[in-house]
């Protein structure tokens, strides 16, 4: 079970276990600047109360990706700038999410 709330696990998928190493650290992003990063995202998941699209979610599809790179062999065939970009897309990718479809925001503005 993968968890925001305990910062070593929250960095895990995305600095191999240690703020140290890994693929930030490779990109030369700072454990600090990572965790402020985090840290806002995490709030941003929490701006509407979305039972589903929450930081839980993000937490989970980050671990989920990192399992696929890991698991099946795609380290081998993308740079570590690339994986990168894969994680922090995954942690992003229902940031700010209302809850609602596209068609109500369309039909409401």
């Given at each position: 079970?993968?968890?925001?709330?305990?910062?070593?696990?929250?960095?895990?998928?995305?600095?191999?276990?240690?703020?140290?190493?890994?693929?930030?650290?490779?990109?030369?992003?700072?454990a600090h600047c990572l965790s402020t990063f985090l840290t806002q995202v995490e709030r941003g998941y929490?701006?509407?109360?979305?039972?589903?699209?929450?930081?839980?979610?993000?937490?989970?599809?980050?671990?989920?990706?990192?399992?696929?790179?890991?698991?099946?062999?795609?380290?081998?065939?993308?740079?570590?700038?690339?994986?990168?970009?894969?994680l922090l897309a995954a942690t992003v990718h229902d940031l700010d999410h209302t809850g609602t479809t596209?068609?109500?925001?369309?039909?409401?503005?």
């Amino acid at each position: 079970y993968y968890c925001w709330h305990t910062s070593g696990e929250r960095l895990a998928p995305i600095t191999t276990g240690s703020p140290q190493v890994g693929h930030a650290s490779q990109s030369q992003i700072s454990a600090h600047c990572l965790s402020t990063f985090l840290t806002q995202v995490e709030r941003g998941y929490s701006n509407h109360g979305n039972p589903y699209h929450n930081a839980t979610h993000g937490a989970d599809v980050v671990q989920t990706v990192h399992y696929l790179v890991r698991s099946t062999g795609l380290e081998a065939w993308l740079s570590s700038l690339e994986i990168l970009a894969m994680l922090l897309a995954a942690t992003v990718h229902d940031l700010d999410h209302t809850g609602t479809t596209n068609a109500f925001h369309v039909q409401s503005y």
